[in-house]
């Protein structure tokens, strides 16, 4: 027996990667009776089989999973934003962060095209919010380096809205990532039909990153009943305050005595970060405990 980590999954195979050693797998069936489906960066267990083939017996403990990309075992989400056009409106970087939070993942704030525009608004609400935060240019390469250590040795997930920069970043950082971006796309024969499918990359800087869709599709998939459960601590800057309110159950929305709204008051907490805990408050409200998904 040995153990890997699945770098890819695609049309019922998994290539797991047995340090160095790469077999193509099948899953035992037991995992569809369970209900249970292997994800790009679990850690398992295989039988090698020869000649390259195993069959996946085991998946071991996971860290988190998101069901879309459909990935598990994510040290941090990177995302990216932009002061430039188009401009990233901080909602959609607190959603994505909120998200993070709830999965036990770091975040990390890049800020692209700061050659264009250095973004300074966005910059100050999340350096006060606790995040780290680089202002980087895929263009003259500034920041580029400081990111490096920050990734390497662990598996991120980068993602950020449309038009941002995702793809330069990721070829500035390994001019090769393009040319394997390109081979994949190529033979898989990507266009109006596209097949999608998720795959671990590892740059030259010793960084493993899965190269996820754009903020929408955490809109749907991810905002659940846990999350409503969880908000005000997925609001890192929250939490010292929490205590500080004046009657349990306090939803940090209006009511009087309340430690957040206080230290919101108090310049304590970013007002662009309360709005869009107050945005997303409204739109978890709907959501019931019988309708979680069994």
């Given amino acids: ?172 950082l390994d001019p090769s990532f393009q040319l394997k971006v390109g081979e994949i796309s190529t033979a898989l024969g990507r266009g109006k039909h596209t097949t999608r499918h998720v795959e671990l990359f590892h740059l030259s800087c010793g960084a493993s990153i899965v190269d996820s869709p754009g903020f929408s599709s955490f809109e749907t998939e991810e905002l659940n009943l846990e999350l409503k459960h969880h908000l005000p601590e997925t609001f890192r800057e929250f939490v010292p305050y929490l205590s500080d309110c004046q009657f349990v159950g306090c939803s940090h929305t209006k009511e009087k005595g309340c430690g957040v709204l206080k230290a919101v008051r108090d310049g304590k907490i970013q007002q662009s970060r309360h709005k869009s805990y107050l945005r997303l408050y409204e739109e978890l409200k709907p959501l019931k405990d019988w309708q979680e998904k069994k």
């Fill in 1 to 172: 027996m040995k153990q890997g980590r699945i770098e890819k999954a695609l049309s019922g195979f998994y290539y797991v990667d047995c340090d160095g050693d790469r077999l193509t797998c099948r899953a035992r069936g037991k995992f569809r009776k369970e209900g249970t489906s292997p994800l790009v960066g679990d850690w398992v267990e295989v039988g090698d089989l020869g000649n390259g083939e195993g069959v996946l017996e085991q998946i071991l403990p996971r860290k988190n999973a998101f069901t879309r990309p459909a990935v598990a075992n994510i040290d941090q989400l990177v995302i990216i934003g932009s002061g430039a056009i188009p401009k990233t409106d901080p909602f959609l970087i607190d959603r994505v962060a909120a998200i993070a939070e709830l999965k036990g993942c770091e975040v990390i704030l890049l800020l692209n095209k700061c050659d264009l525009e250095r973004a300074d608004d966005l910059y100050n609400i999340y350096r006060a919010a606790g995040f780290q935060t680089l202002r980087i240019s895929a263009e003259t390469g500034e920041g580029l380096e400081e990111l490096k250590p920050l990734i390497a040795g662990k598996l991120s997930a980068f993602t950020g809205n449309s038009g941002v920069g995702k793809s330069s970043i990721l070829n500035a």
